[in-house]
């Protein structure tokens, strides 16, 4: 019975801290700025696509507009990052990114929805 109770005490605590600790990061940076602004980098977003203006995609800050508000973004958005595709800005595709893991295009749609803050 001690034995249990210890445990449980031990859990609750581990529990606690993790979710203090993630608040914490998320009341400073919503969406992990710098680390999805490394990932596009990395994964060569911004060579077709600009924080305020079109080059050959949208801007991030047009992708941010239209998708405001919208709860089915974030899934919509992550599929087209990783399937590539066309249509919703013009003919041109965007091409798939199958290599990059999920976790690195949740982070940086998380970003491109936020409107790709600079810090
Ligand atoms: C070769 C150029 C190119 C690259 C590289 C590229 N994109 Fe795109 N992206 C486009 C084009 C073109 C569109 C518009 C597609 C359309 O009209 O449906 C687009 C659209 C988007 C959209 C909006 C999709 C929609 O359906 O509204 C997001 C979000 C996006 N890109 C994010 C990214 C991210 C994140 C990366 C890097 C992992 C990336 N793009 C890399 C060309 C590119």
Redesign the pocket.
Known sequence: MMFEARVVAALVAVVSCAFVSMSAVAADQPVSTANAIA??RS???M???AVDRKL???S?QQ?AA??KGDAQAPA??AK??KDG???????????S?PA?NDGD?KT??AW?LAGAPQK
Do not use: E
């Open positions: 990932i596009a994964n060569a977003c060579g077709c696509h050959v995609g949208p991030f992708v239209k998708y919509k958005l087209k990052v595709g066309a249509g919703v800005w013009g003919s041109i595709p965007m091409p990114h990059m295009i940086v749609v491109v």
